[in-house]
């Protein structure tokens, strides 16, 4: 979930016109963004390596 503030920090990066779609595309995307760090902080998170194996066993069991 993103806050007010962080709402408030990011608008002020916007452009002085924008459109309601562009808007509403940046926010899914600063939300995106905020629940991956939070993720990356409290270290749910994968290692390279264990990611390459896993889409190995995907490609392997898709292909």
């Known amino acids: 979930m993103i806050t007010k503030e962080q709402i408030k920090k990011h608008l002020e990066t ?3 016109e ?3 779609d562009e808007l ?3 926010l ?3 939300e995106k963004l905020e ?3 939070q993720e990356s902080d409290s ?3 994968i290692t390279e390596e264990s ?3 896993e889409m190995q066993e995907w490609f392997k069991s898709n292909g």
């Open 14 to 16: 916007f452009p002085d």
């Open 43 to 45: 270290n749910h998170t």
């Open 51 to 53: 990611l390459k194996s």
């Open 18 to 20: 924008f459109s309601i």
């Open 24 to 26: 509403i595309e940046r």
């Open 35 to 37: 629940k991956r760090l």
């Open 28 to 30: 899914l995307f600063i």
